[in-house]
């Protein structure tokens, strides 16, 4: 299966900010997106054993570097990409390290572990995405860093109850005791005042970052990271959604509309002109 299809099927929201760019860019950047999908389902699939799936991912880092017998089309695309940016080999084995962590911790007991995680996810995915995007000043990395934070969080917010039905908790146990709700609480799905609060909390370290990402993106670097700002409307927009119907995160699966989201879309691509 090739990018395009592999970014078509995925029916995701950083696919829908692509639109945003110029066709070479395009290309690029799905072909990463691509590879990052990949490597995340392999890490969520049903049909391997974790160690097939260590396999698996170590033969992915492998391919980063040399051509193996029988791979996919996909790794020569990415080796080119690399060749093309002058893309860091190391920050797209980060980015596999990060989704190892889900083979082998299933919670976090602090937030700081919790951030090494959305750090290699998120952050890392955004930092190598800047290089393809282009930009001028070096302190867009800075910006891509709080902007993939913020993202990660409003994943794991609206995720929750998909997590729990993985086996996983991303929710850092401090957390859930600084607010007095259990663990027992949570694999049960209790919805309570202390579940809100306690996702408010998370909302608002969200938010923060959303912050920090506005803050940190230089003036001049703005159009080319049009895609990046996308992105980020559409997911404040959800954890805006979610914050106003109080996080019943439980009982149904949050998104945007299409209306919502190309309102959020052409709204930024006016911004940036």
């Known amino acids: 299966m090739n990018a395009a299809k592999i970014t078509r099927q995925s ?7 692509f639109i945003s760019l110029g066709r070479e ?3 690029d950047i799905t072909t990463f997106y691509a590879f990052c999908r ?7 699939s049903s049909e391997f054993t974790a160690e097939e799936k260590r396999r698996c991912l170590v033969a992915w880092r492998g391919m980063l570097r040399a051509e193996i017998p029988g791979e996919p089309t996909l790794a020569d695309e990415v080796r080119c990409l690399i060749d093309r940016y002058s893309l860091s080999i190391e920050m797209l084995e980060e980015i596999i390290t990060g989704v190892e962590m889900d083979l082998s911790i299933s919670q976090y007991a602090t937030f700081e572990e919790l951030r090494v995680y959305c750090y290699r996810v998120a952050s890392v995915v955004g930092l190598v995405s800047i290089e393809i995007f282009g930009y001028r000043n070096p302190t867009c990395k800075e910006y891509a860093l709080q902007l993939g934070l913020a993202l990660q969080m409003t994943n794991i917010i609206r995720d929750v109850g998909k997590d729990l039905g993985n086996g996983r908790i991303y929710l850092p146990q401090e957390d859930l005791t600084r607010f007095g709700y259990s663990e027992s609480e949570l694999q049960n799905r209790q919805y309570n005042e202390r579940f809100v609060q306690l996702m408010e909390f998370e909302a608002a370290r969200a938010r923060q970052f959303f912050s920090r990402a506005a803050a940190t993106l230089p003036h001049e670097d703005r159009r080319s990271m049009i895609a990046a700002e996308i992105m980020g409307a559409v997911y404040r927009g959800l954890l805006q959604k979610m914050e106003k119907d109080k996080f019943r995160i439980f009982e149904k699966e949050y998104r945007l509309g299409k209306l ?4 959020r879309i052409v709204a930024q691509l006016l911004k940036s002109f």
């Not at 029916?11 to 900010?17: D, G, I, R, T, Y």
């Not at 919502?260 to 309102?263: E, I, L, R, S, V």
């Open 11 to 17: 029916k995701s929201n950083l696919a829908l900010a």
């Open 25 to 27: 860019r395009k290309h």
């Open 38 to 44: 990949v490597i995340d389902d392999i890490a969520d």
């Open 260 to 263: 919502a989201k190309m309102g």
